[in-house]
């Protein structure tokens, strides 16, 4: 099966007009890009992650643990707008009574951390604004932020991660291919242990 199609291909898919994809694509949504003719080419993977987020949020909510005297609280730090909607999604899904707040930069995302306080921060090692790397380093270290779990989501190869070791040590990660069979399980493992205590970075 090729791995592009039309916009036409991903509405009848979708069941929706072909206006509505292609809005979605430019909110996003979906990955595509334009042929020099100015016709829309989007990647079957994104059209596959995007119904199996939607697919899956009808599906029963797992079990979370609540912090006493406020809603279990999570922080997105990713400049995608297509894996925020697709992490949000997810999240939605899984934890349904938690409260998500996004931030596009790192320099925004430190400054939500510090305001929020989040039982659980997911965040994308290259980030514009800011090093990923440098912040993850650093919220693992602060006493403000020691009983916060950690989740890093990144589109890097193993390889490509080797410069970032020292950051990633011991951090849950996620690959941004995996998101929708693999963020639940660390979501459900991470919720688990917010009221655990905290082990040195």
């Not at 306080?117 to 020691?146: C, K, V, W």
């Amino acid at each position: 099966m090729p791995e592009i199609c039309s916009t036409t291909e991903a509405a009848e898919r979708l069941g929706m007009a072909v206006r509505s994809v292609q809005l979605m694509v430019d909110r996003g949504e979906l990955q595509a890009w334009k042929t020099p003719g100015g016709h829309r080419r989007i990647l079957r993977s994104s059209l596959d992650a995007w119904l199996a987020a939607k697919a899956g949020a009808a599906a029963p909510p797992a079990p979370q643990t609540q912090t006493p005297g406020r809603p279990l609280t999570l922080l997105l730090i990713e400049d995608s707008v297509h894996f925020q909607n697709l992490i949000s999604l997810i999240v939605k899904r899984e934890l349904p009574d938690a409260q998500l707040h996004v931030a596009s930069d790192g320099i925004a995302g430190l400054a939500m951390a510090g305001r929020l306080e989040p039982d659980l921060l997911l965040i994308d090692i290259l980030l514009p604004g800011i090093d990923g790397a440098a912040l993850i380093t650093s919220l693992r270290s602060h006493p403000q932020f020691a009983r916060s779990r950690l989740i890093v989501v990144t589109a890097l190869d193993e390889a490509q991660r080797a410069p970032y070791a020292f950051a990633l040590e011991g951090v849950p990660l996620v690959h941004k291919t995996a998101l929708v069979t693999e963020l639940p399980r660390l979501l459900a493992q991470a919720t688990a242990d917010v009221d655990a205590p905290a082990q040195p970075a």
